[in-house]
Nanobody, 127 residues
Framework: QVQLVESGGGSVQAGGSLRLSCAASGYIYSNYCMGWFRQAPEEEREGVAAFWAGGGTTYYAESVKGRFTISQDNTKNTVYLQMNSLKPEDTAMYYC????????????????????WGQGTQVTVSS
């Protein structure tokens, strides 16, 4: 089971950008589906994006399509979430997650599909 550590959160104004990083302790390459989730206070955890090299698939929530990009650097065992054109509604704690069995269109947004989670990094977008 991999261990995940997120970084890169912070406070930005609307329209700004941030890049989140998720460093994995193990070799992720194509073995895991890597996902980014977010959770605002009193809200459910929401799947934002996922990438599975093994399946050649990338998924995005409708709310972030065209603004967020997920990528993976296999040499560093690190997954990134580039967030552009940020909006106040993007404010949340962002979590990185790994799923051993890959991810699919019908399941990638379900937290239960993921086996490992990071501790989260806070993103705050002011208007």
């Amino acid at each position: 089971q991999v261990q995940l550590v997120e970084s890169g959160g912070g406070s930005v104004q609307a329209g700004g950008s941030l890049r989140l990083s998720c460093a994995a302790s193990g070799y992720i390459y194509s073995n895991y589906c890597m996902g980014w989730f977010r959770q605002a206070p009193e809200e459910e955890r929401e799947g934002v994006a996922a990438f599975w090299a093994g399946g050649g698939t990338t998924y995005y929530a409708e709310s972030v399509k065209g603004r967020f990009t997920i990528s993976q650097d296999n040499t560093k065992n690190t997954v990134y979430l580039q967030m552009n054109s940020l909006k106040p509604e993007d404010t949340a704690m962002y979590y990185c997650a790994a799923a051993r069995r890959g991810c699919y269109s019908g399941s990638w947004q379900r937290p239960q599909a993921y086996n490992s989670w990071g501790q989260g990094t806070q993103v705050t977008v002011s208007s």
